[in-house]
């Protein structure tokens, strides 16, 4: 592609690629200098020119020499917008999910009920990009521009036509996930993270308002809310404001209403009310929060065609996602260890919420907080699962660049009287051998993760795995 098909002035040289790196430019590269958290990109920009830039989209008032400056007040928005015109085609069916918990499960639900009516459906999110095939990791749950949508557009080569991506709210403030029409975007619940990057949760909350605000497609679009959190009247608003149409799903949804739902052994029995008729679902997944992804995934498919009835009933063939209340074991006596992502205060509440009325005995939980991430959330979830828990044992998360036991202490302070075991596996191994035949284990932070960060090492460590060795 010519620089000037892309931009103005931009002339006859052939752009190859583009880069947020200066390390990965090369002939024909154009760059984009953003200001980050630690480094600044415009202080690489000679470096990418020597390497080959043609084109550095940066602020006005940078200096640029020997490549074409690409000014803009906002440059990862306009790198963007550009990517996407080189990139491009991508699948015509894109949708995208934010909220603090839940955007995994939606988007791999989604997934699944696109390819349940025979698309060539993928997700994208923190399991990584997921197809009918395989599941490849990104490393993060929103990947950088670049990555994105090179990504994207390599699935539509593969002849993928739905696209179900996360949207996370670092990803969503750093304009990781731009560019390419999205017809449906959901938003989940909005609940206490990521305040050592938001500051508060009105700038955390704003940067979620993003995905409605600036990427949902203005014609046509669709957004699709958790109606029965506290902040979905705010989203519903936007979305008349800007004349998108609204599915609401929920106890106070109005496209899907859900009326009743029962825990039964192996999953839920749900009612729910949409068109004026009432559904009832048995869907093979426990707990109310599996049951809220299941139904806004439901509403994304229904907001990108789906038959109404037909995607209800499709629900009772979901599969489980990777590390969300995943059944690890059963040990000897006969006690269920079940496996969870929850990493935040609300979701442990969800987690354990999930598991109560499966508990016959004791629920006996098992987790710690991540280092190098919100410490104000720590003894929330201490006291989240104090809470809702009968045994609680504080361990180790990734402690990365902290001091473990200073974590342990911060959540503590939640959870006074809980015992405390540093050694994630030593954790799990005496939740184990403590459990009794009517008692329940969670293992509660890491989910799918196959790997623990200490300092700047990723030592193999995987929870379902643990759990069994611990109760073979
Ligand atoms: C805080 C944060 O989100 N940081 C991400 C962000 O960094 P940044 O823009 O602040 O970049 P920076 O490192 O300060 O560098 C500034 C610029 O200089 C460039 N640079 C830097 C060094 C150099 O030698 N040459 C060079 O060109 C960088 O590529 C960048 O464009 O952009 C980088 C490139 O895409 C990411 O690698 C980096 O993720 C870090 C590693 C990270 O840990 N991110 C986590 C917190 C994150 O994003 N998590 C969310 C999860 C949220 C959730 O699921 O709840 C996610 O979406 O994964
Ligand atoms: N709708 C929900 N409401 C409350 N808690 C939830 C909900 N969905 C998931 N959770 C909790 O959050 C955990 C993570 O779920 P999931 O991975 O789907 O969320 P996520 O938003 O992708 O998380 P991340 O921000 O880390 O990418 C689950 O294991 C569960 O404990
Ligand atoms: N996407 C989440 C992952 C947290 C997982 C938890 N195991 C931790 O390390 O804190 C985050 O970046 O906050
Ligand atoms: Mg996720």
Redesign the pocket.
């Known amino acids: 592609m010519k620089l000037g098909a892309l931009t103005e002035g931009g002339g006859d040289a052939v752009v190859t690629g583009f880069a947020i790196d200066h390390r990965k430019v090369a002939p024909g590269t154009i760059f984009g200098a953003f200001e980050g958290a630690r480094f600044n990109g415009e202080d690489f920009i000679a470096d990418a020119v020597k390497a080959g830039a043609v084109a550095i989209v940066a602020r006005p008032s940078v200096k640029v020499e020997g490549a074409l400056h690409i000014a803009s007040e906002a440059p990862r928005e306009t790198f963007a917008r550009l990517a996407a015109k080189f990139f491009a085609p991508f699948p015509a069916t894109a949708v995208a999910v934010t909220?603090?918990?839940?955007?995994?499960?939606?988007v791999e639900m989604t997934r699944q009920l696109w390819r349940m009516r025979g698309f060539h459906a993928a997700s994208i999110?923190?399991l990584g990009v997921t197809t009918a095939d395989d599941t490849v990791s990104t490393g993060l749950?929103t990947p950088d521009i670049v990555t994105f949508l090179s990504n994207v557009a390599g699935l539509a080569r593969e002849g993928v036509s739905h696209v179900a991506f996360?949207a996370?709210s670092h990803g969503l403030s750093q304009y990781r996930t731009e560019g390419l029409p999205v017809k449906a975007a959901a938003f989940?619940?909005l609940s206490r993270?990521h305040l050592d990057y938001h500051g508060d949760m009105e700038t955390y909350f704003h940067a979620k308002m993003r995905l409605f605000a600036d990427v949902l497609d203005l014609d046509g679009g669709t957004a699709v809310v958790?109606a029965d959190d506290p902040n979905a009247l705010r989203i519903e608003d936007l979305a008349r404001q800007r004349g998108n149409r609204l599915v609401t799903v929920g106890e106070h949804g109005s496209t899907l209403r859900l009326i009743d739902r029962e825990p039964t052994l192996l999953g839920q029995g749900l009612v729910i009310e949409a068109e004026g008729k009432t559904h009832k679902v048995n869907l093979p997944l426990i707990g109310a929060?599996q049951a809220?992804?299941a139904l806004v995934a439901a509403g994304l498919v229904i907001a990108t065609g789906g038959d109404v009835t037909q995607t209800l009933s499709d629900l009772s063939r979901l599969q489980p996602?990777r590390?969300?209340?995943e059944r690890a074991v059963i040990t000897k006596v006969g006690a269920p260890v079940y496996v969870?992502?929850?990493?935040?205060p609300?979701?442990?509440e969800?987690?354990i919420a999930a598991l109560k009325p499966h508990t016959q005995g004791r629920l006996i939980i098992v987790f710690g907080a991540g280092g190098d991430r919100d410490t104000g959330k720590r003894a929330p979830m201490g006291q989240a699962a104090t809470a809702g828990a009968d045994v609680v044992i504080v361990t180790d998360d990734n402690p990365r660049s902290e001091n473990p036991a200073a974590i342990r202490a911060q959540v503590l302070e939640g959870a006074p009287g809980a015992i405390e075991i540093g050694g994630r596996r030593d954790a799990i191994k005496a939740a184990i051998d403590m459990a009794e035949s009517q008692d329940i284990v969670l293992i509660a932070g890491k989910?799918h993760e196959q790997g623990q960060i200490v300092g700047d090492m990723v030592l193999p460590f995987d929870d379902v795995t643990v759990a069994r060795e611990s109760a073979a």
């Open positions: 909220g603090t918990n839940g955007k995994t499960s939606t999110g923190t749950t996360e996370s989940t619940n993270d958790w929060y809220a992804n996602v590390g969300r209340l969870d992502y929850a990493h935040t609300d979701a442990l969800a987690a989910g």
